[in-house]
Structure formats: structure tokens, C-alpha cells
């Protein structure tokens, strides 16, 4: 897992001063490798981000950490 770009904003501090913390996302690229070789069998792009609009409701980045967690699971998953 690349990350290539992140602006990390907790759900305390958006608990705190809603939509002024501004917006949290990540830019993050994930290459999938085969563990015999080590070949390079894919990669995909994961990219998220909370709008300040849905004030202290929206997805942090603990949440979007463990959205894309699912999500490279769910693909693991999926590939066998």
C-alpha cells in the first residue's frame, strides 16, 4: 500500500469544530503481488474523502482506514 497523499482529521476534532477541521481524504494505490514469486499481479487506486457539509457525521480518517481495509480484504477475497 502506497500512500501518496492524506489529510488526516480525527473525530474529536470534528466533534469539536464541525465543519471549520475542513475535509479529510486519502490518495492510496495498492499493488497486489504474488507471495511465490513476488510478480506483480495488479494494483488498483483507493481514494476517499469526507465533505465538511455533513458536518460532524462524516466519515473521519480512522473510518476511511478501515474502509479501504474492507475493501482490499473484500478483493483478496473475491480473487480466489
Known sequence: MYVNDYR?????SRIMFGV???NAYIDAKATFSDL????????RIYNTSSTAWA????????GQVDVIGHQVFAELKSAK
Not at 55 to 62: C, E, L
Open 36 to 43: 511465490n514469486d513476488g510478480k506483480e499481479i495488479g494494483e
Open 55 to 62: 458536518g460532524i457525521f462524516a466519515t473521519m480518517t480512522p
Open 20 to 22: 471549520m477541521t475542513g
Open 8 to 12: 488526516f482529521i480525527g473525530i474529536g
